[in-house]
């Protein structure tokens, strides 16, 4: 049975390789992204923790490990329909320069110079205006990040920073 279902995925492999183009023996172009440039582990920026200040005013935390940090993409969870302002701090408190744009539900951050490994940032947004829904019945909102770093050629999912929800009448963080 083991070579009947080896054989299988061989011929799926090729099958798909020649429907693709390319050679069923080399690696995926994803492993080929994720692959750094030297036989060694890894670590790639990562979210430390996520907030909120406030009912308007939400945090991310990033440390940025082995490759330098070019940009990050923060994706609007469905409950936030606009960030008003962003500032980008260092582990020192440091303004770190950068140019925000928005793009559909994305707000795209291209730091000016590339921020160093082993630093830590806080994107801190304020004037987080929230719907309805969310501010009468608390909860939370998730923001999906991405990092694109040096030596690599797509974006990295960081995965979702999540911040609780105080309700508008209740002044307090849940």
Do not use: C
């Not at 719907?131 to 995965?159: C, D, H, I, K």
């Amino acid at each position: 049975m083991k070579t009947i279902v080896s054989s299988v995925m061989t011929a799926l492999a090729v099958g798909t390789s020649g429907l693709l183009g390319m050679s069923a023996l080399a690696p995926s172009a994803e492993a080929q992204l994720l692959r750094p440039a030297q036989d060694r582990e890894i670590t790639v920026t990562q979210l430390r923790d996520s907030g909120s200040l406030g009912l308007s005013s939400h945090f991310i935390d990033v440390a940025v490990r082995d490759y330098p940090l070019n940009a990050l993409r923060i994706t609007l969870p469905p409950d936030v329909d606009s960030v008003n302002n962003i500032e980008i701090t260092d582990a020192s408190g440091a303004r770190v320069e950068a140019q925000t744009t928005r793009e559909g539900r994305d707000l795209m951050i291209t730091f000016d110079q590339n921020v160093v490994s082993n630093d830590n940032l806080r994107i801190m947004m304020d004037g987080v205006n929230l719907r309805l829904p969310v501010l009468n019945t608390g909860g939370y909102v998730e923001y999906q990040v991405n990092a694109m770093q040096e030596g690599f050629t797509q974006m990295l999912p960081l995965g979702f920073a999540r911040v609780n929800v105080q309700t508008q009448s209740s002044g307090s963080q849940t």
